[in-house]
């Protein structure tokens, strides 16, 4: 049986207890056994963190320790996968760049805040993880986000909808949903998801189990390739700062 740990927490504005709850429940439908905390010391046990498949961070605009981030980096790197969405995954540490380095992405703005409606391009053939699902329409905060140009883009949102100082660059198809590697690890990321009732919505928590099950299936790669050398741990450059 695969084993997962989701820690939520910070902000309460994102429902962070009840989207938790949305991913323990898909989780547990596909025999997961699944670990809640509401606490960031759940990352304190490092060694814990490496015998995971999978690491769900649910916690939104807090502040964490050197030593805890880099507990769940070394695991991931070690093939733990690392999977979320909306702020509790890519606007978790503001402070912290290894974090943000290792996820991905960092949310920088969302011009016109909750309520605005707009689509979800699915970027065919990008990957079996949209294999067969549609477009659809969103009414929510839409994400501008400062991303990693080594992400794979599964799907997309187009800017500007709602007016301001951005768009006067034009047109821009910012990424809603990627995947990336960390050492041997698998993060899966989802930019939706501002309250619970959206991780809801039948797309997005579809799009959310295949992600969730993608990321902790790395673990299983990592050991078919333990034969292979091992990839370097990742100290962050915060230090020299």
Not at 188 to 197: E, K, Q, T
Request: charged share 20%; hydrophobic share 40%; glycine share 12%.
């Amino acid at each position: 049986m695969k084993k997962a740990l989701i820690v939520w927490g910070g902000w309460d504005g994102h429902e962070p207890e009840q989207v938790a709850g949305i991913m323990a429940d898909l989780l547990r439908q596909e025999q997961f056994e699944v670990e809640v905390s509401d606490t960031l010391e759940a990352y304190s046990d490092g060694e814990k963190l490496l015998g995971l498949d999978l690491i769900v961070p649910v916690w939104t605009m807090g502040e964490i320790s050197k030593e805890l981030v880099s507990n769940v980096s070394a695991a991931v790197q070690n093939g733990t996968g690392l999977a979320g969405c909306h702020g509790g995954m890519c606007d978790s540490f503001r402070n912290n760049v290894d974090w943000q380095f290792m996820t991905g992405g960092q949310w920088v703005a969302h011009p016109g805040n909750d309520g605005v409606e707009y689509q979800v391009e699915i970027k065919q053939s990008s990957s079996p993880l949209v294999e067969g699902m549609e477009n659809f329409k969103v009414v929510s905060e839409q994400y501008y986000l400062h991303i990693d140009p080594a992400v794979e883009v599964l799907a997309t949102t187009r800017f500007p909808i709602v007016e301001g100082p951005h768009s006067t660059n034009g047109s821009v198809d910012m990424p809603v949903a990627w995947t990336k590697r960390w050492g041997r690890g698998r993060v899966y990321y989802n930019s939706l998801g501002h309250h619970a009732d959206i991780v809801d919505m039948p797309p997005v928590k579809e799009m959310m189990r295949r992600g969730l099950l993608w990321a902790a299936d790395g673990k299983t790669k990592a050991a078919q390739a333990a034969g292979q050398h091992a990839v370097p741990a990742y100290t962050g450059m915060g230090d020299s700062q």
